[in-house]
Every structure is written in C-alpha cells, then in structure tokens.
C-alpha cells in the first residue's frame, strides 16, 4: 500500500493503489484545500512532490493544461506541482502543502464554516 507523507503537517497516511491524494487525504478524514470539490478546476489542491514523483501516474492532458494555465509551464516543470484531485498514487511519495490537518481541526478553526 503507498503511503503518502505530507509536510509541513508531518502527517503519514496509507493510500489506496491508484487513488488520487485527494482521495486519498479524504479517506483519512484529512482537509485538503479544494473550491471546486475535486473536479480539477479551481487549483486550491495544487502540492509540491519532494520526494518519489515516480509513484505517480503521468501527469494526464487536463491537470498539465489547467497547472500551465495558472502557474506557467516553467513553474509547473521545476516545481514538480501537481493537482491533488487529479494526481493517482502508485508508490510512496513526500508531498509538500500547507492546510493539511484534521478535519475536525479545520472545523474548530473555521466554525461559520459548519452546517
Ligand atoms: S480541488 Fe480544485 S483543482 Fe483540485
């Protein structure tokens, strides 16, 4: 099972073999930054790979498209940036984005937010 190490938060978790990060943060009851709810639209999930971009699915038409539009091909190239919604999970990877956290820790820090 791949496991994902997301950083600043230090948080580890297990991933299912080809599900998205997002997905996969989701399933461990983790707040991921999102404003279109995983539709690869809004870029709010976009992480930085440190480590193991290999454990990755490439990168599809969509996701490349939609990073160039909103950071420039460059950007995209050297950072290693990649959209959580829409990035599969093969083997172990160390992802940098900050917001992560429990989401009932989200809630407490955002109470207009419930409903
Ligand atoms: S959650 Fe909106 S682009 Fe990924």
Known sequence: ????????????????????????????????????????????????IEEGAEGLAEMGRSEHKRLVEEFGEAAVRSRSLRLACQARVHGDVIIEKRGVRPAGQWLLDNPSQRW
């Not at 997002?22 to 991921?32: T, V």
């Open 1 to 48: 099972m791949p496991r994902l190490t997301i950083i600043p938060s230090d948080i580890i978790i297990d991933a299912e073999e080809g599900a998205t990060i997002m997905e996969s943060a989701w399933a461990q009851d983790l707040y991921w930054p999102t404003t279109c709810g995983g539709q690869g639209i809004c870029t709010s999930c976009v992480c930085k």
